[in-house]
């Protein structure tokens, strides 16, 4: 009938009309490969920067925290309590605020009941303490043995380099590691000397990654002249 033969011309036309146009979809939708995106060079953070970077999405301040497995940062008050200390299985102890005038004023004495291996810091928390003298040593004890009590400053500072020299992290990595785990509050002369452990541990670094390079193509081009 004349309905019917409407429809079939309709449905073949469609039809057609159909492939047509997923032919031209298909074409039109190939994925092309992105063009690689551009590699941004990491850059030691000013002062300032870092001071931003430091207070931005940190956690509450509380005695005591695991900052690493089997690594703790506390406070005086936590340092103190040994029966915690034990409760939670220390067995080295860095004081990152030996001393007698605004310290934690602890020494080895202090916890010779318990078999723990102890290190102490004489450190000053204010901006004009040479904290970094103590970066390499206080990295090799931790790296060795993984505790620490003490302070929101000087232990803090002493465990973001551990990271940094031990951990291979940048010092902006260290400190988002640490500040999601325990509040931290570094003064602004450690954090200067923290920014400057960054750029000698990149510069080293660098120094590392150019020689292996030059020592590829020196054997490379042994090899092509053999």
Not at 157 to 177: E, G, P, R, S
Not at 183 to 199: E, H, S, V, Y
Not at 209 to 226: A, L, P, Q
């Amino acid at each position: 009938s004349y309905n019917g033969e409407l429809k079939t011309s309709i449905v073949i036309n469609m039809a057609s009309h159909s492939s047509k146009r997923c032919a031209t979809v298909k074409k039109k939708f190939v994925p092309k490969t992105k063009p690689p995106e551009p590699v941004v060079e990491y850059v030691t953070p000013g002062g300032y920067e870092l001071e931003k970077i430091l207070n931005r999405d940190c956690m509450e301040y509380t005695h005591i925290n695991q900052v690493w497995p089997n690594v703790w940062i506390g406070d005086e008050e936590s340092a103190k309590d040994k029966y915690h200390l034990k409760k939670l299985g220390m067995t080295h102890i860095l004081n990152a605020a030996e001393g007698t005038w605004n310290n934690v004023d602890t020494g080895a004495e202090y916890y010779s009941d318990m078999d723990v291996v102890y290190y102490g810091v004489v450190a000053e928390d204010t901006p004009t303490f040479d904290l970094s003298q103590y970066f390499f040593s206080a990295a090799q004890f931790i790296d060795q043995t993984l505790n620490i009590p003490e302070s929101k400053s000087r232990s803090a500072t002493l465990f973001l380099a551990y990271l940094m020299i031990c951990k291979n992290m940048t010092v902006v990595d260290a400190v988002d590691h640490v500040k999601r785990r325990r509040r931290i509050i570094p003064n602004w002369g450690f954090l200067k000397q923290l920014r400057q452990l960054d750029t000698y541990l990149l510069e080293q670094r660098d120094e590392v990654t150019t020689d292996k390079g030059k020592g590829e193509k020196k054997d490379k081009e042994s090899e092509e002249d053999e």
